[in-house]
């Protein structure tokens, strides 16, 4: 059975996450939806034809030996013969209708339908009664089902739900009435929303048919409507009062036992087309195949049209009523979907418009400046951060700022102690900082990377690795702090109510047991000087006087302050969430939530709306929908009262009228729980807190977002602010930092200094520009390209290369040894000396997350072009970062090398005597792309073919070049009649018919073509087709024959590059 490619497994032909391309398990089969006629000459698969139906592609691998007709035969049949197997072993264990009837109703029944989901079928048309009829309910992944449900149910396994998410279960009945089957209607989903519920058993009856479904409808007229889908025709029966059959992507040839019991008792069949499937020829493949299916079976078949000709048109179910529908026949409506085949110099203009290069948006101007850096020397670096209060220094990377911050004092500075902020304070490389004690943040173990970097074991990960012993956990319940923080409770509150709560409390200030967070913490804050993560510095006194820290007379440096210096906080929402905090405000103030769930049902049902686009709604949608439903009179104090967390879970005795914080350890110890169901519980139990960030994030005081049903939202993080505005000094450290930025997301003023000087000259930059732009999802293509380049270069300079890559990639290719965009790229010296470095993609942070930051940070509107200015800044700031890496500029002697893998324009960043662009191929040959190599094997073969007088053939090209014929042909479209004029014998000959034009005509021409012979190699296409413009289309031929041989060759080279 063929299986649909996914996000996980994309199609290796054209790249794309899509179900409509297929594949065989056994590996030796892909059909591919948008490669159905041409050969895109892929390295590994080979093109085979177009699919029976004209739905797909048919690829095979390739092999290095040749095709063997009689071993493809031998596994064709033996794949036929395993798929009877496992049909005829299907057919013995499937249910039976009577008894998948039984099930799916008991099922219904006990599962029932969520108010969302009732309200989502009532949108579409739908009756209370007939929703009734229909047997919908809720489907939840690992739901347990109820006693007696048969465990081959379609959709069952273990006695629980299997599904790949929440979503409507929309059932199909057969012509008796019985429930078959059933499809998910997922959420939050937009490519195949509708999938058969499938468990230990697929949802094939047991001939081996899908379930299609059948809504009779008491309709006595003869005739009966089919349309596409399991829902679709349940609500256009009920809403219009007609007969229905559904299948499922209208694929009713292929359940042709039940379909023709089904219009047994009809002499009419009305098709009815989507919107829009008359401009998929696709689709009109696949109409024009069922078409031929019902009328092989007797009937008349009749089409509705009702002007649905776009996707924006209405489908038979969303439509009014049938007044407007208009019958045709199968053969008008087939021909709705064909166009005209284009004369061939229009061919050639559309390619040539195809090939023109997109207009690229103008780079967006530098951030503006309100002033400039003091410039200082290095040797007065210490001095000078002495005598301000608040200094930004943008000194370049390599310049010694965290080396010389190593070696600053609370003396020198003139506090009573001095902390070095840093993102990554577990990693500091900078020899003077090396000895700095740090404040370590609760963790449940630690381990060393290839790289020997000490990175935080994650929630999911076995204890095997974290055994060393300075590594160990140092806190029993970290998980469950963490889950706290991320319902986004005070930060403090739940520390303290939880340690007080542990059996270790004592162990673990004295440091004498297995746990020590807190002795250490102790010990370090005594320091004079230490180091810490933004999150690990404790609270401030304004934020918690009773316990909170001492600000006033402690300096604060922070390396790379675009990270460290981070004010904006984020809670991210769920329905889970919102039906907590429903359930919650209801119950603690009625006149709240009846105030605001006009409010709250808004988002709810925004979450459950299928998405504009792969992005969401963003904050000006959201906005415009929702800033008028809150109430003007709403108290936020009030509201954030109402939903104050209840922790009594952390408490097992405070029912009793105890508190377990005064027991003693025994006591502690025995009502003690395991650090995992304790965050499990923080997680369910403790409301989320996010309504008031929400309400103020509508009215402009922080930003918001909604992608795939969870909604984002960001606001000020008031204990970070609070902490900078009590601290006697502060020092920012970052090359790439705008002080505009900083002083608006901090509030302060800032004094800007700087040493000087830019990208160091002794680093030459190469960038492959024919790749893309190369962001973290990429084409299957740009997947190959660039892991040859990578492979090229750990292949031939092993010794002295270094790698920048994203995350995800490195992931998937086990790659330890690679730094990795926005993880340790900045800040880092591990590379320092290398001479080679490449830069796999653009660190191109989120859109949306920046959008986050700047309203948060600036309180402006993230749109625009001071929103792009700032992208623009952002992504230059994190390349100018992993530039400086290497520390090019403490080598002076050396030459480096900087790889660029993307087409990003660099020019306000790299000086221009220090860049060159090249092609992928230029690299290494094995980087060239598929079109690449085809306009290379044909070229070769036709100049093969001009040099021996051979003719120009199809067939020709094919067998010199190895290519398809149907590649050649594709070319040949186009070319048949351009190739006809060549005069092989005399390059440089003019085989126009001058006598048949006027002398005006030939000074035109002549014009013209003195004109192409000046236009460089790159504007020759696009000048070739001004000129198409000026000259009558009866002229085009003669214009032709007067250009010379060298120029046709160039114009062929670029039409060939873009068959």
Request: hydrophobic residues 35%; proline residues 5%; glycine residues 6%.
């Amino acid at each position: 059975m063929l299986k649909a490619f996914n996000r996980c497994t994309p199609c290796p032909i054209c790249g794309e996450a899509s179900p409509d391309c297929r594949y065989s398990p056994d590996g030796e089969l892909v059909l591919c939806h948008s490669h159905t006629d041409f050969d895109p000459q892929h390295p590994e698969w080979h093109y085979v034809r177009v699919s029976s139906n004209g739905v797909w592609g048919v690829f095979v691998p390739r092999k290095d030996k040749d095709f063997d007709r009689t071993e493809w035969e031998a596994k064709k049949a033996e794949r036929e013969r395993d798929r009877l197997e496992r049909q005829k072993e299907h057919a013995k264990n499937a249910l039976s209708s009577p008894d998948r009837d039984k099930a799916l109703r008991t099922l219904s029944q006990s599962l029932g339908l969520s108010r969302r989901h009732q309200k989502a079928l009532l949108d579409r048309g739908l009756s209370e009664s007939a929703i009734e009829q229909g047997l919908f309910f809720s489907i939840y992944p690992d739901d347990d089902v109820p006693p007696g449900i048969p465990p081959n149910l379609p959709g069952v396994i273990g006695g629980k739900i299997k599904a790949s998410g929440v979503g409507i279960a929309c059932l199909a009945f057969d012509s008796e009435g019985w429930a078959i089957g059933y499809q998910i209607r997922l959420e939050n989903v937009t490519d195949s929303k509708y999938r058969w519920a499938k468990g230990l058993s697929s949802s094939h009856l047991a001939d081996g048919e899908l379930p299609v479904t059948i809504i009779p409808n008491g309709k006595d007229n003869g005739q009966v409507w089919l349309s596409e889908g399991i829902l679709k025709p349940f609500v256009a029966a009920h809403k219009h009062g007609i007969n229905a059959i559904g299948a499922a992507g209208g694929h009713f040839s292929g359940s042709p036992n039940q379909v023709k019991n089904a219009i047994a008792s009809y002499r009419q069949l009305i098709l009815c087309p989507d919107a829009g499937d008359i401009n998929n020829p696709q689709v009109m493949l696949r109409w024009s195949k069922e078409i031929k299916f019902l009328e092989s079976l007797g009937k008349s078949v009749l089409v509705a049209f009702w002007g649905q000709k776009t996707k924006d048109d209405d489908d038979i179910d969303e439509i009014g009523n049938l007044e407007s529908i208009e019958f045709i026949t199968p053969s008008q409506f087939l021909e709705m979907g064909k166009s005209d085949p284009l004369p061939f110099w229009e061919r050639v203009k559309r390619l040539v418009a195809k090939d023109r290069k997109k207009a690229k948006k103008p780079l967006p101007l530098p951030l503006p400046t309100k002033r400039e850096p003091k410039i200082y020397d290095r040797s007065e670096r210490l001095s000078l951060w002495a005598s301000g209060k608040y200094i930004l220094d943008t000194s370049p990377t390599g310049s010694g700022k965290s080396y010389d911050a190593g070696k600053a004092t609370p003396e020198m500075m003139g506090v009573t102690d001095l902390f070095y902020i840093t993102s990554d304070p577990r990693n500091t490389t900078t020899p003077t900082l090396k000895d700095w004690p740090i404040l370590e943040g609760r963790h449940a173990g630690l381990y060393r990377n290839e790289l020997g970097e000490i990175r935080t074991r994650k929630r999911k990960e076995s204890l095997d690795r974290f055994q060393e012993k300075d590594l160990r956990a140092n806190c029993a319940r970290p998980f469950t702090h963490a889950a706290l923080a991320n319902q986004n409770i005070s930060h403090g509150i739940e520390s303290s109510t939880i340690c007080k709560g542990c059996q270790f409390l004592e162990l673990c200030r004295s440091g004498k047991g297995d746990y020590d967070y807190l002795q250490k913490r102790a010990i370090a804050l005594e320091s004079k000087r230490l180091i810490a993560h933004p999150a690990s510095l404790p609270n401030p006194k304004s934020y918690d006087p009773e316990n909170g820290y001492d600000y006033s007379h402690t300096g604060l440096m922070l390396e790379e302050s675009e990270l460290s210096a981070n004010t904006t906080k984020k809670v991210t929402v769920s329905v889970k969430d919102i039906t907590a905090t429903i359930a919650a405000l209801a119950k603690k103030d009625n006149d709240l939530f009846l105030s605001l769930r006009p409010l709250l049902d808004a988002v709810e049902k925004l979450m459950a709306e299928k998405q504009p686009n792969r992005y969401g709604f963003d904050g000006k949608v959201l906005r415009e929908k929702l800033l008028g439903l809150i109430p003007n009179d709403i108290d936020l104090n009030r509201l954030k009262e109402a939903l104050q967390p209840d922790l009594s879970f952390l408490d097992p005795i405070s029912e009793m009228g105890e508190s377990i914080a005064d027991m003693p350890a025994s006591v502690r110890k025995a009502f003690s729980e395991k650090d995992s169901n304790l965050a499990e519980k923080a997680e369910n139990e403790a409301l989320k807190q996010w309504l008031p960030e929400f309400i103020d994030s509508l009215r402009g005081k922080g930003y918001l977002s909604l992608n795939h049903g969870i909604l984002s939202v960001s606001f000020v993080d008031e204990r970070f602010l609070a902490i900078i505005n009590e601290a006697a000094k502060i020092i920012f450290l970052s090359a790439t930092e705008s002080i505009e930025n900083l002083e608006a997301r901090t509030g302060l003023n800032i004094d800007l200094i700087t040493t000087g000087g830019g990208i160091p000259e002794n680093i030459n930059f190469i960038q492959v520009s024919d790749l893309g732009r190369m962001g973290i999802n990429r084409g299957e293509g740009q997947k190959r390209r660039s892991k040859v380049i990578l492979d090229h270069y750990r292949g031939h300079f092993p010794d002295n290369t270094a790698f920048i890559r994203f995350q995800s990639h490195c992931k998937d290719e086990d790659d330890q040894t690679s730094l990795r965009h926005f993880v340790n790229s900045q800040g880092t010296n591990l590379i320092a000396g290398v001479t080679r470095l490449i830069i796999d993609g653009l660190p191109c942070p989120n859109l949306e997350a920046m959008r986050h930051d700047y309203a948060v940070s600036t309180g402006l509107n993230p749109y625009g072009e001071d929103f792009d200015r700032y992208v623009h800044h952002r992504t230059l700031s994190i390349i100018k970062q992993e530039i400086g890496r290497l520390r090019a500029n403490l080598y002076p002697d050396r030459r480096f090398e900087v790889v660029l893998l993307t087409d990003y324009d660099f020019s306000g960043l790299i000086p221009a005597n220090q860049l060159r662009q090249c092609k992928a191929h230029e690299i290494t040959p094995l980087a060239e792309s598929v079109s690449e190599r085809t306009n290379r094997l044909i070229l070769e073969a036709v100049s093969q073919l001009q040099e021996t007088g051979q003719k120009i053939t199809e067939r020709a090209i094919a067998s010199l070049s190895g290519l398809a014929r149907t590649t050649i042909n594709r070319a040949r479209e186009f070319l048949d009649e351009i190739l006809a004029t060549i005069a092989i014998s005399n390059p440089y000959s003019k085989c126009g018919q001058s006598e048949t034009l006027t002398q005006t005509d030939t000074d035109l021409i002549n014009d013209a073509t003195d004109y192409l012979a000046a236009v460089s190699e790159d504007s020759l296409l696009t000048e070739f087709e001004a000129l198409l413009e000026v000259f009558d289309r009866s002229q085009w031929s003669n214009l032709w024959g007067f250009i010379s041989i060298p120029i046709r060759d160039k114009l062929l080279n670029h039409l060939l590059a873009i068959a």
